[in-house]
């Protein structure tokens, strides 16, 4: 199977934008349903966005929809998270991961985590 790894994160400023990579090292099948997570310091890996890969289908995190934008680069096998008017509360390690299971939201559905990408929002 594929190895996920995510790329991307730095440092902001609240207000900020930042855009996260996921690269597949393999195919991305059709039936595969991308997913971001993130987990800050001392709680859960919690769902930021989803994509489904056949026709790009997405679905949010409330405290995510409007700010930001999960998309596919096909012919590349790769994932984005486009990260607007970030804030302090965005701060996290975030996680690429997929399903075959579309509107899930549990990290427990999900498998094939990459090892993460750290975004730290502060002033």
């Known amino acids: 199977q594929a190895q996920l790894v995510e790329s991307g994160g730095g440092l902001a400023q609240p207000g900020d934008s930042l855009r996260l990579s996921c690269a597949a090292s393999?195919?991305?099948?059709?039936?595969?349903?991308m997913g971001w997570f993130r987990q800050a310091p001392g709680k859960v890996r919690e769902f930021v966005a989803a994509?489904?890969?056949?026709?790009?289908?997405?679905y949010y995190a409330d405290p995510v929809k409007g700010r930001f934008t999960i998309s596919r680069d096909r012919p590349n096998f790769t994932v984005y998270l486009e990260m607007n008017n970030l804030n302090t509360d965005d701060t996290a390690v975030y996680y690429c991961?997929?399903?075959?299971?579309?509107?899930?939201?549990?990290?427990?559905?999900?498998?094939?985590w990459g090892q993460g990408t750290q975004v730290t929002v502060s002033s």
């Open positions: 393999g195919r991305i099948f059709s039936s595969h349903i």
């Open positions: 994509l489904k890969w056949s026709d790009g289908r997405t």
């Open positions: 991961a997929r399903t075959t299971q579309y509107g899930s939201r549990s990290s427990a559905d999900f498998g094939a």
